[in-house]
């Protein structure tokens, strides 16, 4: 961990559970800013699955299917 890390932290400690949060979903949302070529793959990925979908080249999988799957292994 950094000096400013060890710093941030301890001070962090000195805040209300409440502010603890906010400090905490700040710095997650900072981690998680969107990308818009990801977003343009995922767009063209779920474009391409539906296309296939409609072409019957691959087909749905219930929920129960999916859950079964996994109990069971």
Do not use: C, F, H, Q
Not at 44 to 68: C, K, P, W
């Amino acid at each position: 961990m950094t000096e400013a890390a060890a710093k941030l932290s301890a001070a962090a400690k000195d805040l209300s559970p409440a502010g603890r949060l906010a400090v905490v979903d700040a710095i997650l949302s900072s981690l998680d800013a969107p990308d818009p070529k990801i977003d343009a793959l995922w767009a063209a990925e779920a474009e391409d699955r539906l296309a296939a979908y409609r072409r019957g080249e691959i087909r749905s999988v219930t929920l129960a299917e999916i859950l079964s799957k996994y109990r069971n292994a």
